[in-house]
């Protein structure tokens, strides 16, 4: 933004060094923000001031991306700041994020909070409709796009809701351990097209600590549940001898869990509906289906007592 009749510039810098200049009104950087124009100006005054272009010149140490983007929402309160559902917006709008909160421009604020919201549902219905919502918009997509183009990336996530959005941290750190300690965001040449990546560098000590003692929790409450379900012991009303194959259900439901360390996932897919396969794991079986339904209770059950359970796998958050 550079305007002609504006009556103050605003210099700032990249991590390179390079220098952008924004021409603005102090009169429209005041009407939106008193905290913006005390800062600008503390003494309500531009006396002493450096001259840049026949106008005062302030020098601002955030980065021109997002200062450029909190100015334009200034100038347009209305135009949306991000395209909505862009999934990498914890990224890109940080910075004006933390702006926003700085100058107490609580329209901005909330309109990025609420964009970022959608990725993050409080409840597991929703969340498994986002989930497919991503499966869907990958599978349109171009060969080249990969999850990483269409879905939110956690680290990001993380580092914003801890200080904006806290209720979100609990769905983004369970995200973050269902994927490989070395998942690397935008580089997947040797990886399937869905996998996802994680920006590691935004990543504390502490983070991965909470992450890998969430793992562990994780895997200790599905096996506990399992065992107290006594599904060894399976016993076929119909007398059609499913215990057999509810047997080796619960064998891959465990494998499956392992590798992939994604229960929620893996509960669903392990339903017996046709319609919910989605893993060559899963095989078809003769199990009757009075069992079938039995069966599928117990995880449908199972996956809900899970997802409520989540804030036990990563407390103090």
């Avoid at 100006?41 to 200062?67: K, N």
């Avoid at 890109?92 to 329209?107: E, H, S, T, V």
């Avoid at 502490?206 to 409450?221: C, F, N, P, S």
Wanted: hydrophobic content about 35%.
């Amino acid at each position: 933004l550079y305007f002609p009749d504006g009556n103050l510039v605003i210099l700032t810098r990249d991590h390179a060094g390079n220098h952008t200049y924004f021409r603005v009104h102090q009169s429209i950087l005041s009407k939106h923000s008193k905290a913006l124009s005390d800062h600008i100006f503390p003494d309500s005054s531009a006396t002493g001031r450096e001259i840049y272009d026949g106008v005062p010149l302030v020098e601002f140490q955030e980065d021109p991306r997002d200062l450029n983007i909190f100015l334009k929402f200034l100038y347009e309160p209305f135009a949306a700041p991000i395209q909505r559902g862009d999934p990498d917006i914890a990224f890109k709008m940080y910075g004006a994020l933390r702006l926003a909160d700085k100058f107490l421009i609580d329209p901005l604020k909330d309109t990025i909070l609420s964009y970022i919201r959608e990725d993050w549902p409080q409840s597991l219905q929703s969340w498994d409709e986002r989930e497919a919502f991503y499966s869907r918009r990958l599978k349109s997509s171009p060969p080249s796009t990969t999850m990483d183009n269409v879905a939110p990336e956690p680290a990001s996530v993380i580092r914003l809701a801890r200080k904006f959005e806290p209720r979100i941290l609990t769905l983004a750190f369970y995200h973050l351990s269902r994927l490989p300690v070395n998942a690397t965001y935008g580089a997947h040449n040797q990886a399937p097209r869905h996998a996802r990546g994680v920006r590691g560098h935004l990543l504390t000590p502490a983070d991965r600590e909470k992450v890998a003692l969430g793992r562990e929790r994780m895997l200790r409450w599905i096996s506990d549940r399992l065992e107290s379900l006594s599904l060894d012991t399976w016993q076929c009303k119909a007398e059609e001898g499913c215990q057999t194959y509810i047997y080796w259900r619960i064998v891959v439901l465990h494998r499956s869990v392992m590798r992939s360390m994604d229960v929620l996932t893996t509960l669903r897919t392990m339903r017996s509906h046709k319609m919910e396969r989605g893993t060559s794991d899963v095989v078809e079986d003769a199990v009757c289906q009075h069992c079938n339904a039995r069966w599928d209770n117990i995880l449908n059950d199972t996956r809900r007592d899970f997802f409520d359970s989540l804030p036990s796998f990563f407390p103090d958050l």
